[in-house]
């Protein structure tokens, strides 16, 4: 709900007009941060190739969604397919998914590993045309690690 109301305590001709805005369930604190986005100057290094452990981890997650039968052909996809980059922001946006803060400790994990400039591995993602959406089948939680130092950065992925 949305409503506008004079701020209390001046005199009515001098009551600047303030925006209060109210959700269920829901308050807000001036207390309240943000996330912040990080600037750095950390350089983000990349593996040329997924990690042959990210294709067993994809093929985990993606048994949640798809037919066993389809399964063998989207992980030979991602095996076959050539890297591409795309920019983080746009990633979560075809994605739909939210931003993991920091304190995820996967996340922390990644974030850790980008500072001491291990190299990251490449997102696996399946382009899911029924529901107009982007699968991210593994490297959630390097793509929310790596949001948090720069949104505008090609990520090296393979998508199918």
């Not at 709900?1 to 701020?7: A, E, Q, V, Y």
């Not at 990633?91 to 980008?114: C, M, P, T, Y």
């Not at 990251?120 to 593994?138: C, E, F, G, H």
């Not at 690690?145 to 199918?160: H, Q, R, S, V």
């Amino acid at each position: 709900m949305l409503r506008i109301f004079p701020s209390r305590g001046a005199p009515q001709a001098a009551r600047p007009w303030i925006l209060n805005v109210r959700t269920p369930n829901h308050s807000f604190s001036p207390e309240m941060k943000m996330p912040k986005i990080e600037p750095t100057s950390v350089e983000i290094k990349w593996l040329d190739e997924p990690e042959e452990h990210d294709y067993p981890a994809a093929e985990s997650y993606l048994q949640l969604l798809f037919n066993d039968p389809q399964l063998p052909e989207i992980i030979k996809g991602l095996r076959s397919a050539a890297i591409r980059q795309f920019k983080a922001k746009d990633i979560f946006r075809a994605s739909q998914l939210s931003l993991l803060g920091v304190s995820n400790s996967h996340v922390e994990k990644d974030r850790k590993k980008i500072k001491k400039g291990v190299p990251m591995s490449p997102l696996l993602l399946v382009r899911d045309t029924q529901n107009k959406k982007l699968i991210i089948a593994d490297g959630y939680h390097r793509l929310c690690a790596i949001y948090g130092f720069n949104e505008d950065i090609l990520i090296p992925c393979k998508i199918i």
